[in-house]
């Protein structure tokens, strides 16, 4: 089965509707302006676990769709 | 040895000592291999090995098996050409039979602008090492009879490259046979042992913290697939890394021999035939990044269909089975391998989906480092810091798909 995203106004559509699009996370240690591009261009969170996402919705309603999603298993926590 | 007469793997268990030279977190291909090098080519054995399931469970136990250097820029096409010849050597070297076959591997170009990519990357390949020609879609009937050059009319075959060296293993027992000529020269195979931390001493890696206690070593080594950000993280470092799903999948028996492997760049998938005379078919990774194993029914749609596009007597075959696998996929689509500037702590990540043919000369490459202390001149331009110096490798026409 694939993954339903819960979309507010087209309700629950499968994953390959939308296009993913990520919440970059820079760090705020980073004050050295280089390290912090750098670290903005590449460096990727990556977590292991439930992170914030923002899913456009290209075959449908054509809005952004905030959820969370937990990367080991897959399971929409919220939207 | 052959396929009817041979002997069964032998390994020898230990219990973990406290301390190792060398401290391998990850017992895939990568992490085995340069095991084997350490204890072949450098005599390196005080080196354990960490799996935190069985060897081979992760990525080199779910890839599909794809040999070949038909790389786009001349660093990458320099390495993997290296490991193309170091899979040549690896049955006689370890006297197991790995299965080593070769195909030949045709890459198909459906637009001018493909076209243009083939011929540049037979010319670069060509002199850089490995053996790639441009052939024309007569050339390919000829390579291939049983695809459509129409492409079904949306599709036309219009040219592509064609590599002689393309050939496939069985990837358990390029694991089995690096795992065990690893082991019979003395270093340490733990499996069911996963690392859950770190040990450090201020800005230095000094050992492992595992289920089956602390292990203090002068090197350690990360050669995990999937989960290196988490690991990378308890030393402190950022990676450049997201992890995506990879799925395939295999159809039943196919009664004829499928000689090539076939791939098209522009349709985003290949197809070559298993010993056993599956049909193994891949695509591209899931855009969602996740560490999940979960497959799904929409690729085994989406790709089934852009392979019966090529190949129509495809579409006789059931599917038998589907599996995913979660890979490192770098920015630039090239993997990263060196030091870390984290002293005592080294990588080899970013394999993404094209990890299992660089592990003869992965391993290679990390076990000199390993080694001598010095960066190998292959490797150096593989390096983490090659994102803070603006010379990223970026090879995604050659590496997107397998």
């Not at chain 2, 990525?59 to 170091?86: D, K, M």
Request: net charge neutral; charged share 20%.
């Amino acid at each position: 089965m694939s993954i339903l995203i819960p979309c507010p106004h087209c309700g629950s559509r499968p994953i390959q509707e939308f296009v993913y699009g990520e919440i970059p996370a820079v760090p705020d240690t980073l004050t050295d302006p280089d390290a912090r591009d750098l670290d903005r261009a590449f460096m990727r969170a990556n977590p292991e676990g439930v992170q914030a996402e923002a899913w456009f919705h290209l075959y449908g309603c054509r809005r952004w769709v905030r959820l969370e999603r937990d990367t080991r298993t897959d399971a929409i926590q919220s939207s | 040895m052959n396929e009817f007469m041979e002997k069964k793997v032998q390994f020898k268990w230990h219990e973990p000592k406290k301390h190792y030279d060398v401290v391998i977190i990850g017992g895939g291909g990568h992490g085995l291999s340069t095991a084997y090098f350490l204890a072949t080519r450098h005599g390196v054995t005080d080196v354990a090995v960490l799996e935190r399931s069985y060897i081979g469970g992760g990525n080199s136990g779910r890839n599909t098996t794809v040999i070949r250097s038909n790389y786009g820029i001349p660093e990458a096409v320099r390495f993997y050409q290296r490991s193309v010849e170091l899979y040549y050597q690896l049955e006689a070297e370890t006297e197991r039979w790995i299965m080593h076959k070769q195909k030949g591997l045709l890459w198909l170009a459906h637009t001018e602008a493909a076209v243009r990519a083939e011929v540049a990357r037979a010319e670069i390949n060509t002199a850089f090492g490995a053996d790639t020609e441009y052939v024309t879609p007569k050339q390919i009937k000829e390579i291939c009879p049983e695809i459509d050059l129409s492409g079904g009319g949306a599709w036309p075959v219009i040219g592509g490259s064609y590599h002689p060296a393309g050939s496939t293993a069985r990837h358990d027992r390029v694991n089995w046979a690096l795992a065990e000529g690893a082991n019979r020269r003395g270093v340490h195979i733990h499996q069911r042992t996963a690392v859950t931390g770190l040990l450090m001493d201020g800005d230095r890696v000094t050992g492992v913290e595992t289920t089956a206690g602390p292990i203090s070593a002068k090197v350690v080594l990360s050669a995990v697939g999937g989960h290196v950000t988490t690991l990378a993280k308890m030393a402190g470092l950022r990676l450049p890394i997201r992890t995506h799903p990879l799925q395939a999948y295999v159809t039943n028996h196919y009664e004829l021999t499928f000689n090539p492997i076939v791939a098209s760049t522009s349709l985003l998938f290949y197809v070559s035939q298993t010993a056993r005379g599956e049909m193994l078919i891949g695509a591209e990774i899931d855009r969602q990044p996740s560490y999940s194993y979960n497959s799904g029914h929409h690729f085994l749609q989406s790709c089934s269909f852009r392979a019966i596009t090529l190949l129509p007597f495809l579409r006789n075959l059931r599917i038998l089975r589907q599996w995913t696998g979660v890979c490192d996929m770098s920015p630039d689509y090239s993997p990263i391998m060196g030091k870390t500037g984290v002293e005592g702590f080294y990588i080899t990540t970013g394999w993404g989906t094209w990890g299992f043919k660089a592990i003869p000369a992965g391993g290679e490459q990390m076990a000199q480092l390993i080694a001598t202390g010095q960066t190998p001149e292959p490797i150096a331009p593989f390096s983490l810091d090659r994102f803070a110096n603006d010379r990223t490798l970026a090879d995604r026409g050659s590496a997107g798909t397998h």
